[in-house]
């Protein structure tokens, strides 16, 4: 099979669920069910921080061992915020980590607790235990467009991150608008910038649909040529140190868009739809998706239980 136009990572099991009251490791591993169901091929699955700052997460260990029982044609990796943190994940069996470092001091400190100077001062130490273990590294440049508290972010600062990056060795990057406040106009001029500064390195990104133009965020990123975009079944997620961040884009909005532009993934729609099910009714709250509520226009409305 030739490889997908654009590949879709699910992070409703990280991104997702880390503002959300915690649910049960039983709950998750249903979720993580049904989402390698859809038939993606990378899975955000978790996340190694502190547990006080994000107790949805708590039980990162505990999921990573249940990861063993799946496909491993699926890829899955974890979030860390430290080297302590990429200990753990490596520990925990993870061989794909993702390293996530603010371009804004002003949310990089309310995240990490540090500067973004700092935190890129990081990456090489975190890029070490990774490839010492035979994992790889990702960088996530996160508010690469606009911090909730420092404005608008000059571009100088996404580039001096991955250049930190680069130079330390990571094995891919993604730019993520963590907040939900870029247009497509302003990805465009940003990522023309950005692929010119990462070189062959793969260049992913991440939008949230907080201010309804995340899916035109991501179709205009496609077109500057991002082929690997994160999204969660839903619409589910948000950053809990940005005030107002809400809402990833669905995966199954952004499958339904792609299918209808001509553009292939390895992701089905009808269970990624079931998938957003799934997680809404473990949350205990009805999600943002629109595609959730109203079904697709081919296979139509989604099923209610009775």
């Known amino acids: 099979m030739s490889a997908p136009d654009v590949t879709i990572r699910e992070v409703a099991l990280r991104d997702g669920l880390q503002i959300e009251t915690p649910i049960s490791l039983s709950a998750k591993i249903e979720l993580l069910e049904a989402i390698v169901a859809t038939g993606v091929r990378e899975v955000e699955a978790t996340a190694f921080v502190s547990p006080s700052k994000v ?54 400190r309310a995240n990490v607790g540090r500067s973004s100077t ?35 972010t000059p571009p100088e600062r996404v580039l001096e991150v991955i250049s930190a990056a680069t130079a330390a060795g990571a094995d891919r990057l993604a730019i993520a608008d963590t907040i939900g406040t870029a247009t497509p106009g302003r990805v465009v001029s940003l990522i023309d910038r950005v692929r010119a500064a990462v070189g062959s390195l793969p260049l992913g990104a991440h939008f949230h649909n907080t201010r309804g133009a ?79 509520r109203a079904g697709d226009r081919i296979l139509g409305p989604p099923c209610r239980p009775s």
Do not use: K, M
């Open 55 to 108: 107790p949805a997460l708590a039980d990162a260990a505990e999921l990573a061992a249940a990861l063993a029982d799946f496909d491993q044609g699926v890829e899955f990796s974890a979030l860390v915020a430290s080297p302590n943190g990429a200990r753990r994940a490596i520990a925990a069996g993870l061989r794909s980590i993702e390293y996530v470092v603010s371009a804004a001091d002003g949310h990089s």
């Open 118 to 152: 700092e935190a890129s001062g990081q990456i090489a130490e975190i890029a070490s235990i990774a490839h010492d273990a035979g994992a790889r590294v990702e960088v996530i440049i996160a508010t690469a467009w606009d911090c909730p508290f420092d404005g608008p």
């Open 214 to 292: 995340g899916l035109a965020c991501a179709y205009a990123a496609i077109g500057a040529g991002v082929t690997r975009l994160d999204a969660s079944v839903g619409g589910l997620g948000g950053c809990p140190f940005a005030p107002g961040a809400s809402g990833n884009i669905a995966t199954e909005e952004l499958v339904y868009l792609l299918r209808d532009s001509g553009i292939r993934t390895d992701v089905d729609l009808s269970a990624t739809i079931d998938a957003a099910a799934v997680a809404q009714r473990l949350v205990g709250h009805e999600l943002p998706s629109a595609l959730l």
